[in-house]
């Protein structure tokens, strides 16, 4: 096999990307490599790690910064989290890692881990990467608490990570930084599956005690079945339970029940179980403040 070939095969298996020593241990000798780099047929993206060719295949830049920093680097952070599909990724590469990293490296943002369990580590299109779990859990101590709540929001969307896994995260990271704010957030996650006809009983049920007129429950009104609806008011509320109304297909049925809702003349208000069961005060208040001067009618 020519050495041309050996560097290939190798780049294929790494997203484009080979190391110094892999190819020495292939037989690719020092002079040649020095060759290759002259004629750009392989690129230097750090000590030791080449790209083969000068465009970079779509996950070369984390490659080559796993191979830079040692067999026990992994993917995280921001990096993890663009690799699991959370946001988009940064020009420098997230990688954490015990031990030393050996000098600097440009492009490399390394983040030391004492405390990186085989449990909080996954392969992900070849790559070490933290779960997405911990990956949560250390943008905590580094991203905003909107961000974090965001994230947090979208990789329930996706289905990519059970809120257990979270709070089980949360439970186990006593002493890491951000810890706090994570918990604060993935507490949200408890949620248990809230029927509509709990949602219904708990939303009566504030009105009563409230004293506000009691709404028509689960009747029609634009076409749509509504949870809630006071005729006189023009108000339509519906209940939403965040695990019953994640999917993409809800989402959109929603929305459009919205509009048809608000072209009848319908507003409408959406309550979340969170709000129902633990803000109650300001849900009466919200209500009565949507009913306005007719509540009596």
């Known amino acids: 096999m020519t050495a041309e070939a050996v560097i290939a095969r190798l780049a294929r298996e790494q997203h484009g990307i080979v190391t110094i020593d892999q190819l020495r241990t292939a037989g690719v000798s020092k002079r040649a490599v020095a060759a290759y780099v002259r004629d750009g047929w392989i690129v230097r993206r750090h000590a030791g790690v080449y790209q083969l060719g000068v465009v970079a295949a779509p996950l070369a830049r984390e490659q080559a910064a796993l191979l830079a920093a040692g067999p026990r680097a992994v993917l ?21 890692f015990r031990g030393g990293l050996a000098g600097q490296r440009t492009g490399i943002r390394p983040h030391r881990a004492g405390d990186l369990p085989a449990s909080d580590i996954m392969i992900k299109h070849g790559l070490r990467v933290t779960t997405l779990a911990r990956t949560l859990l250390d943008l905590a101590a580094v991203a905003s608490r909107a961000t974090l709540e965001r994230l947090v929001e979208e990789a329930q969307v996706q289905n990519a990570v059970a809120g257990a896994e979270l709070v089980a995260m949360a439970e186990r ?20 599956l809230l029927t509509r006809s709990e949602g219904e009983r708990r939303l009566t049920a504030l009105c009563r005690s409230a004293a506000l007129p009691l709404p028509k429950t689960n009747v029609r009104r634009a076409g749509w079945e509504v949870d809630a609806v006071w005729d006189a008011q023009r108000l339509v509320v519906e209940v939403d339970g965040y695990k019953t109304h994640r999917p993409r297909a809800q989402f959109e049925r929603d929305r459009r029940k919205d509009a048809d809702l ?32 007719t509540q009596g009618s």
């Open 76 to 96: 995280s952070h921001w990096s993890a989290a663009a690799l699991h599909e959370l946001c988009s990724q940064s020009l420098v590469i997230d990688v954490a």
């Open 173 to 192: 990271a006593t002493g890491k930084r951000g810890v706090r704010v994570f918990r604060e957030v993935v507490r949200f996650l408890d949620e248990p």
């Open 262 to 293: 608000l072209l009848a003349g319908y507003r409408v208000l959406r309550l979340t179980w969170w709000r129902l069961t633990r803000e109650p005060d300001q849900v009466i208040a919200l209500l009565a403040a949507a009913l306005g001067p």
